[in-house]
């Protein structure tokens, strides 16, 4: 009796052990929810012809500078806006992206404008005189894509605000729109790093969906 009772005591104590060294995953995925937050850093910025114009951080293309927002709730798709500084313009936008809780990854995409005053010049043919006439143009950034890792304090075996945070990378593609002729050009595109964090469990700051879409989709819940 005496022997099978130490057998069983040294098995519980090494799988004690054995569960000390082992990783520890989140046991409600559902904590994953809520209102994130982070900055967007150019890195590259490179033009039409996909030639790199510059890597240097003081470059104000390579150097751009956002912020974003993202409520993502229980289930459905995440939203919310986002504002970046590039070129030296400044493009506000909406994001939506969606949360996988097994592979514990944050993916999305933004779409955002800027409307810049530019100047061209004109040149009378009668009298050759040559004037700067303003016009305007919509540069567009459209095809933000980025796909972040959320990580989190695997002791607390839960993604609370306290401890989440995601990080990853995305891509950018600038172009434009010639307000007086319609016209469509590309400016060029820069890779972008994705830096942020669980700001609360609480999911606020969404946008209507059915904006963007023209569809209609039904939106879940927050925490």
Do not use: C, H
């Not at 993604?159 to 995601?166: D, N, V």
């Amino acid at each position: 009796m005496k022997q099978s009772l130490a057998l069983l005591l040294a098995y519980l104590f090494f799988q004690v052990q054995i569960w000390a060294f082992a990783p520890v995953y989140p046991g409600n995925p559902a904590t994953l929810s809520g209102t994130y937050a982070g900055t967007i850093v150019g890195q590259v910025f490179f033009n039409a012809a996909g030639g790199i114009i510059s890597t240097t951080t003081t470059t104000v293309a390579a150097n751009g500078l956002g912020v974003f927002q993202i409520a993502q709730p229980d289930s459905g798709l995440g939203s919310g806006v986002f504002a970046m500084f590039a070129g030296g313009s400044t493009y506000t936008g909406s994001v939506i992206a969606i949360v996988d809780p097994t592979a514990l990854t944050m993916t999305g995409v933004m779409e955002g404008d800027a409307t810049v005053t530019e100047s061209a010049a004109v040149i009378n043919l009668t009298t050759g005189v040559v004037t700067q006439v303003p016009f305007q143009f919509t540069e567009g950034l459209i095809g933000i894509s980025f796909t972040t890792q959320i990580t989190f304090n695997q002791a607390s075996n839960n993604g609370g605000s306290a401890s989440t945070r995601i990080n990853g990378t995305g891509n950018a593609e600038y172009q434009g729109i010639n307000q007086t002729t319609g016209a469509l050009f590309t400016i060029g595109s820069s890779t972008l790093i994705i830096d942020g964090f669980l700001q609360s469990n609480q999911v606020s700051g969404q946008i209507d969906l059915n904006s963007l879409t023209q569809t209609t989709s039904s939106q879940g819940g927050g925490s």
